[in-house]
């Protein structure tokens, strides 16, 4: 009997490293995570990354045929080149992830942001299977999406078409960390969220501020803080502004959510959809889908391996 043909699939954080063997058809066989150990040391990131990907094929049963590599990263970066500026990995600048990665593996590399990735993993195996027009978005560290348009990624002229993250949804909003105001980022990203509720605490509250995060916020919210409640309805309405507007440009009818800041579940989504239904207007908008991808972690280390399973399967 033939080997099974799989690939290895690489997700790479500032807060934490996955590997994972993934089938063609999409199944995790493999799965090693570790934190993220010294992200200011670019060298040590990487050593760190081979050594998982190492423990993760040395795992994996001689009947599995591990054929390429897939590699969802956060950017900037320079595709098809693969050289990473990784903005929470400060020990990554310039650096030639892909070609390091390529000479270390020894097998073909598939790379992309870790936004595109998510979007094709979810039209290939998850929540939008077979919606060969939709957008995958990532509400996270960062925000970010990924466009489906003819069941292919859509990457424009310098492989950057996505960046829904920057998307203007409030006239004088917030500063942006890309030097534009009020783009969703910096609006609904869980780093935002927390900031935002910073600046709202009343001069002189004797909160600790510096353990707080979107995930506090949203404890906060569910325990009757008004203002906590008030920063996720603003996160939720940027969101459904800027999902309404996308919609239109684009004409997809579906968009799959992912990333950490989803896990507040109602508070984010019941404004995001109540905006979406008081802007998707159009007659071609009346099927509109939201759907919420259930595991962020697992998300995403299957959005790395389509990378690369899309390769051989197209
Ligand atoms: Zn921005």
């Known amino acids: 009997m033939g080997k099974t043909r799989a690939v290895l699939a690489l997700d790479i954080g500032g807060s934490k490293l996955a590997s994972a063997v993934v089938t063609l058809k999409g199944t995790i066989i493999q799965k090693y995570v570790q934190p993220t150990h010294n992200p200011n040391d670019g060298v040590s990131v990487f050593n760190q ?3 998982l990907s190492r423990a993760c094929l040395a795992a994996t049963s001689d009947d599995i045929d591990v054929i390429s590599v897939g590699v969802g990263v956060g950017g900037p970066m320079i595709l098809p080149e693969g050289v990473v500026s990784t903005l929470n990995i400060p020990g990554w600048r310039d650096f030639p992830l892909k070609s390091r990665l390529q000479s270390v593996l020894g097998l073909p590399i598939y790379m992309d942001n870790d936004a595109k990735a998510f979007a094709l993993g979810q039209y290939m195996f998850g929540e939008g299977k077979g919606s060969s027009y939709m957008m995958g978005i990532i509400l996270s560290t960062g925000v970010g999406g990924g466009i489906i348009a003819l069941g292919k990624l859509l990457h424009g002229k310098s492989y950057n078409a996505g960046h829904i993250g920057h998307m203007v949804v409030e006239q004088d909003g917030p500063q942006c960390a890309c030097g534009g105001r009020g783009c969703l980022e910096a609006i609904a990203s869980g780093p935002s969220i927390a900031k935002l509720y910073v600046a709202a605490l009343h001069p002189g509250s004797s909160q600790d501020t510096s353990q707080i995060t979107s995930e506090v916020v949203a404890r906060k919210a569910l325990q009757g803080d008004e203002d906590a409640r008030k920063i996720f309805e603003r996160a939720g309405t940027a969101t459904g502004r800027a999902i309404a507007s996308a919609a ?10 992912g990333g950490g800041v989803m896990r507040s579940g109602d508070l984010i989504l019941n404004p995001l959809l109540r905006t979406v239904r008081a802007h998707a207007k159009l007659s071609f908008l009346n099927n509109l889908e939201i759907r919420v991808a259930t595991d962020p ?4 280390l299957i959005g790395a391996a389509s990378l690369a399973i899309s390769e051989i399967i197209s």
């Not at 239109?248 to 959510?257: M, Y």
């Not at 972690?297 to 995403?300: P, T, Y």
């Open 248 to 257: 239109s440009l684009l004409d997809v009818n579906l968009f799959v959510l």
């Open 49 to 51: 990354l081979v050594a």
């Open 297 to 300: 972690g697992e998300a995403a």
